[in-house]
């Protein structure tokens, strides 16, 4: 549903909070879209797993450290970070003989 931009407006203006709401959320995916910017322009698949592992490790757990679930599967990982998922499996592997994350019950921990 489209919502005509002067009803968008009255509704900024009779709700502010709900600026305040979308401006969060616009900062939020544009934090996201500049790191990931960063990570995609390697070609190494090590730096943008570890980029998308880090963001969300960032921003989804409280800054106390210790492991985080990444909840995403393979193909997800695959998908956001433009890698095969044969590629994402290889170097997740890889990660975890190498200490940087642990694989638990086909779960990945960061």
Known sequence: MELPKDDFF?????????????????AQRLYYKMLMSQNLFSKDPWVRLSGLMD?????HTPAAGG???????????????GLR???????????????????????IYY
């Open 10 to 26: 009255k509704l900024l203006r009779e709700h502010p909070q709900y600026a305040l709401e979308i401006n969060r959320n616009m």
């Open 67 to 81: 492991l985080y679930q990444i909840p995403l599967t393979r193909q997800q990982m695959a998908d956001l970070t």
């Open 85 to 107: 998922v044969e590629t994402v499996i290889r170097t997740v592997k890889m990660m975890e003989k190498a200490g940087r994350l642990q694989i638990k019950e086909r779960k």
């Open 55 to 59: 963001y969300f490790k960032q921003t």
